[in-house]
Nanobody, 120 residues
Framework: QVQLVESGGGLVLPGGSLRLSCAASGSIFNIDHMAWYRQAPGKQREYVAAISPAGTRHYADSVKVRFAISTDNAKNTVWLLMTSLKPEDTTVYYC??????????????WGQGTQVTVYS
């Protein structure tokens, strides 16, 4: 079993910053990437950013200039630094880890989510 624990959400003014963190524990093996998604009530979950163990990063266009994803492979931890936050960034953010088992079967696990609220 894999557990993902997220933290760092909260309230922030427009233009402010927050750093989310996600620590994975349990049966961790052959990580393909770790990623952040977000989901507003009544909407589909939206991809935000991903990072591979080698450090390859990818971002959604909506956050490319403002957010930065980073990782500590030794700690199986991923962070999302969010800057220049906008009210439309308000939602629940989820961490995901994608791994491949010895039979090369993908396995993904999700965190419980952390709320980010940008308000004025």
């Amino acid at each position: 079993q894999v557990q993902l624990v997220e933290s760092g959400g909260g309230l922030v003014l427009p233009g402010g910053s927050l750093r989310l963190s996600c620590a994975a524990s349990g049966s961790i093996f052959n990580i393909d990437h770790m990623a952040w998604y977000r989901q507003a009530p009544g909407k589909q979950r939206e991809y935000v950013a991903a990072i591979s163990p080698a450090g390859t990063r990818h971002y959604a266009d909506s956050v490319k200039v403002r957010f930065a994803i980073s990782t500590d492979n030794a700690k199986n931890t991923v962070w999302l630094l969010m800057t220049s936050l906008k009210p439309e960034d308000t939602t629940v953010y989820y961490c995901k880890i994608l791994m491949y088992n010895p039979k090369n079967i993908p396995n993904d696990n999700w965190g419980q989510g952390t709320q980010v609220t940008v308000y004025s």
